[in-house]
């Protein structure tokens, strides 16, 4: 698990990629839905 | 097939919620599928090890961030053209997500040029800039479009604003032909073979389904938004 995590040396890159990507996206949704359920 | 039925907004609404539904379901299971392959599946590359990982993200956020614009610019024209109410409401509604994925391919980009090149960043770059000129039209779109009141002069506005700047698009596309950039060359064509492992390029085309999903799906609530507070 710890492996995988350190993505051989590369763990700023890759994550800092997915993870930026991700709450990107989530906030898009948040922000979607919010209006959403307002009306 | 009348197509001017769906042309108006009060009719297309209903299909709005159910097109975000299914899309939004079908993303989030085309991610699941496209991150186990990304990450379990696809070996590691020989020259970049794990760093090229990112390509599963960084490639089809970079493919919608273009294809957005283009679908973006579409409903401008046939705004201009037909005048229909619902196409600018859909362009408005296309370049948040956009801008968002534009945002992205630049913040992946980055994270990957540093291993690989030696930078995050180059000023002057071709690809890079032709890019970035790409998010400052989305934000141009949007700040155009906000900064007139009457809604549908501020739809035409826009639409001029949007198909001008599609002139962009094929400068991304060929930047890496046209001109000296650190930034590699296609690895997927149309015109022959691709030049990555099958397993790395599934998992690539998969996570692409699954952007474009979402990009439906987030359009769809963005524009039943829209159609809600302009009626």
Known sequence: MSEFLHMGGYAWYVWGSYGVTFACLAIEIIVLLNRETKK | ?231
């Open chain 2, 1 to 231: 097939m009348r197509w001017f039925w769906y042309a108006s907004p009060q009719t297309f609404f209903p299909l709005t919620g159910r097109i975000a539904l299914g899309c939004g379901i079908a993303a989030a299971l085309l991610a699941a599928a496209g991150l186990y392959i990304g990450f379990f599946v696809a070996p590691t590359d020989a020259q970049q090890g794990e760093a090229y990982r990112i390509i599963f993200i960084h490639v089809p956020a970079a493919w919608m961030s273009m294809f957005i614009y283009l679908v973006m610019a579409f409903w401008a024209a046939l705004g201009l053209a037909l005048n229909t109410r619902l196409s600018g409401m859909m362009a408005s509604a296309l370049a948040p997500t956009g801008a968002l994925f534009t945002f992205i391919a630049l913040w992946t980009g980055a994270l990957w040029g540093r291993p690989t090149w030696g930078t995050y960043w180059v000023w002057g770059d071709a690809r890079l800039m032709s890019e970035l000129i790409l998010l400052f039209l989305y934000f141009g779109f949007m700040a155009l479009h906000a900064a007139i009141e009457d809604p549908r002069r501020a739809d035409r506005a826009a639409a001029v604003l949007a198909l001008v700047g599609v002139v962009n698009i094929p400068i991304i596309y060929y930047s890496v032909q046209w001109w000296n950039t650190l930034h590699q060359g296609a690895s997927v064509s149309l015109t022959r073979a691709p030049t990555m492992a099958a397993t790395m390029l599934t998992g690539m085309l998969v996570m692409a389904l699954a952007f474009w999903m979402y990009s439906i799906a987030a359009t769809m609530l963005r524009v039943r938004g829209i159609i809600r507070e302009r009626g």
